[in-house]
């Protein structure tokens, strides 16, 4: 099950149980069989003819329906040659082991881009004349039933690939037309992933009647974005089976661990579900939806067992162990919001509506889609960075302009990909620089430009802060201008974060500090024509500077009202809300009761009941961000430091990698001690608080960001090296300051842990106002 040719190969107990989950349902809702005549059955991603080889070794198609199945009504597409030859060559092998006699070829299967075949031009089947007939008797046959893998892909992972999405405007119209067109959400790119595209295929190929059975990624079942998707499901198929097989390994800690083994091994980080989609139009309800999930903490090998003892979809219902899923009105499947929650005043939005809000504007974190040239612990080494990479913009650039001086503004545009030096090493490639290139421009190394950044949770490190070099810096410019110009911001997780995080700012943060992060600020900064266009102003060409800007409240007059009103006589000011907001978003009552929520949607403040527990959230939040934003100053947690000692030279606090003791299953349960630190080779700190792990902030224990973010690091495209000791030495001039900063941080998680637990019950106002 390794990944070979660019094809993840799918475990024969995942093929086995999809196969053998559609023979039962053609026999309970069309008293067919997989064997039976006029049922055609494809395989549209074949890769290596896993699905089809185990169709024809499993039994389910009866030895005397083989032949006429294999020459007929089995069929099989694959886009990559070698990956087609091998397909061929497995798939008639394990038919001639059925059958015997005469080596037989297999004519079912086609050289193709199953999306391909359906768009209106059909550029294949005019370039591979002798695969051309069975393309085209394929398309006119009447499937049935279709199984397989489908690849799993929204684009390509870097500009430098040069590697763009295949257009399929039929495809992806009807996309637009079906799941896009239900959704309530904003950003609607993941629902043109390839499996997604495929479930839309899928749905169309077989028309009014017929059986899917895809092993996909789950992240469907419960992303914000696919909403529209599975709404549509509902409506389109009579039976959705979902047996969910978990490992998501983009979670961190606990969560991680409850995902358990990947099914694929290292081929995929997703979570993997199998779904088996069933059009009956003749069945007596629609839109039925059967969910079960495969359990906690599994090991691939478990889960493949489980998957294995099962056998088929027949398994999960002989068990009783489906959960029936009712839809609510948002789309969700699984974790389905609380209603009340719509009560609460948002803290921001941007839609052209009257709803009253916190904050009149809010932003995502600097998204620069080159970190490893545009961050940096050296502040000199950025400098040499990013001057060499504008150099070498530049030169392209005029390469460019010279090549294709005579060509059209749009012809450039088409041109840049084949034309531009990809070469990792010397640039990061973005969509908005590929545009510059195509205009012909010319930039400078702009010294202004280098500021101070929170890249990472409890981590500082210089950035260039650019209009021209970082791909968005979306509204930062209004929140943080300059270092002359101070703010606060609350920045909170986005829609469709694996888990809900908070954090107070003062500096600039990157895209990536908060998972998804949005950032509500307690000023903002604008110039004349941004106040007079509102918050909604675009500020994509905003310049990272701008001295005419003036400061002005970030929280709106209808949230003071909503909050002075709910608590008349007390004086209640505007900073007393942001704090507010900041303590009530800490509360584990508020976290839990309204986790659904928060997955899926911007935070809603509601009211407490009394006055006395609005000031105990506000001044909670005042403590908490007193705690968050003086991380380097709050006294060292007194931990047992081996190895330190006065006056020893810097060198000898040089951390690059820190590491967990070695575990003895009674500090941490599993390999790692968790009270051990092991600095460097020198230094050990012993005594950590187990405690101190359980402030976790984006993810992760605030521990873990300094352990991981204090090190030396070197990118892997680029071959930029990233050293936390040149921040310790040259910005703070302190060697200590990793080893120091370990220390504070364990200190501000005590601190954190106890005042969170001091918080007051949540207590909500009818309505969530007075």
């Given amino acids: 099950m390794t990944e070979r040719l660019g094809i993840v190969y799918t475990p024969v107990e995942v093929v086995d149980f999809i196969l053998h989950s559609v023979a039962g349902v053609l026999q309970k809702e069309f008293g067919q069989t997989l064997g039976s005549k006029g049922v055609h059955i494809i395989d549209p991603f074949t890769g290596t003819g896993t ?92 499937i049935r039933v279709i199984v397989g893998n489908p690849p799993y892909s929204i684009g390509q992972g870097s500009q430098n690939d040069n590697n763009m999405n295949v257009a399929y405007p039929h495809l992806d119209r009807r996309i637009e037309q079906t799941y896009s067109a239900q959704s309530n959400a904003t950003l609607s790119k993941g629902l043109y992933d390839s499996y997604i595209r495929a479930i839309r295929w899928a749905s169309d190929r077989i028309g009014t009647s ?137 803290l921001g939005h941007k839609e052209k509506t009257q709803e009253p809000k916190i904050f009149e504007s809010y932003s995502q974190g600097v998204v620069t889609s080159r970190d490893a040239w545009a961050y940096n612990f050296e502040k000199s080494q950025l400098q040499m960075n990013m001057g060499r990479m504008i150099a070498f913009f530049n030169a392209e650039s005029a390469r460019f302009t010279a090549a294709h001086s005579g060509q059209t503004t749009k012809a450039k545009a088409e041109l840049v990909d084949g034309f531009i030096n990809a070469d990792a090493t010397k640039i990061s490639w973005s969509r908005a620089l590929k545009g510059d290139l195509a205009k012909g421009r010319q930039f400078e190394f702009e010294p202004s430009s280098v500021v101070q950044g929170l890249y990472r949770p409890f981590t500082k490190e210089w950035m260039y802060f650019n209009r021209r070099f970082n791909e968005m810096v979306l509204q930062m410019p209004r929140i943080f201008p300059s270092a002359n110009e101070k703010n606060v911001a609350i920045c909170t997780s986005g829609t469709g974060a694996r888990d809900f995080s908070v954090l107070v700012i003062d500096s600039l943060p990157s895209y990536d500090n908060i998972e998804k992060g949005q950032c509500f600020p307690l000023y903002l900064y604008d110039t004349a024509e941004e106040e007079a266009e509102g918050s909604n102003a675009e500020l994509f060409e905003a310049q990272a500077s701008a001295p005419t800007r003036q400061r002005r409240d970030a929280i709106t007059a209808e949230g003071l009202q909503h909050f002075q009103s709910a608590y008349p006589g007390e004086a209640i000011g505007k900073e007393d809300i942001f704090y507010y907001v900041y303590g009530l978003l800490h509360s584990p009552d508020y976290r839990e009761r309204y986790s659904d929520n928060l997955s899926k949607e911007l935070p809603r403040i509601p009211c407490v009941k009394t006055a006395v527990d609005f000031w105990a959230f506000s001044k909670a939040g005042r403590q908490l961000a007193e705690l968050h934003l003086n991380y380097e100053t709050v006294a060292p947690y007194a931990a047992k430091v081996e190895g330190d000692a006065p006056n020893l030279p810097a060198a000898a606090y040089r951390v690059e990698k820190m590491k967990h003791g070695k575990g003895d299953g009674k500090a ?97 106002a009818d309505g969530g106002k007075q």
């Fill in 210 to 346: 017929g059986v899917v059975g895809f092993v996909t990624n789950a992240g469907w079942l419960d992303a914000s974005t696919a909403d529209g998707l599975r709404k549509c499901l509902a409506q389109e198929f009579s039976s959705v089976y979902v047996f969910h097989l978990r490992g998501n390994q983009r979670t961190q800690g606990e969560l991680s661990r409850k995902e358990g083994g990947k099914i694929f091994g290292s081929g995929s980080r997703a979570p993997i579900a199998i779904s088996v989609l069933v059009k009956n139009p003749q069945a007596a309800t629609h839109g039925q939806i059967y969910f079960h999930d495969i359990g906690d903490y599994l090991t691939r090998e478990e889960k493949l067992a489980k998957v294995q003892a099962l056998v088929s979809l027949e398994g999960i219902t002989q068990a009783q162990a489906w959960q029936t899923i009712t839809p609510d009105e948002h789309g969700d499947w699984l974790r389905q919001r609380d209603d009340g929650f719509a009560q609460f005043m948002v």
């Fill in 51 to 142: 699905f089809i080889t185990r169709l024809l070794q499993s039994g389910l198609i009866k030895p005397e329906e083989l032949p006429h199945k294999y020459k007929h009504e089995i069929h099989a597409n694959e886009l990559v040659l070698l990956a087609y030859y091998i397909a061929a060559i497995n798939i008639e092998a394990a038919y001639h082991d059925q059958v015997g006699g005469k080596y037989m070829p297999f004519e079912g299967i086609c050289l193709t881009d199953t999306f391909q075949m359906y768009e209106k031009e059909d550029l294949v089947d005019a370039l591979l004349v002798d695969n051309s007939a069975r393309r085209r008797r394929q398309k006119k046959l009447d």
């Fill in 668 to 764: 941490s349960g599993k390999d790692k001690d968790l009270t051990v630190i092991h600095y460097n080779a020198r230094i050990t700190v012993r005594g950590v608080p187990l405690e101190a792990y359980d402030y976790i902030v984006n993810g992760k224990s605030a521990i873990a960001w300094v352990m991981e973010r204090q090190a030396m690091k070197t990118d892997k495209d680029s071959g930029i090296t990233n050293d936390a000791n040149d921040w310790a030495t040259e910005t703070m001039g302190n060697p200590r300051y990793p080893l120091e900063l370990l220390l504070r941080v364990i200190t501000v998680s005590l601190e954190t842990l106890k005042i969170v637990q001091a918080l007051p019950q949540l207590d909500i």
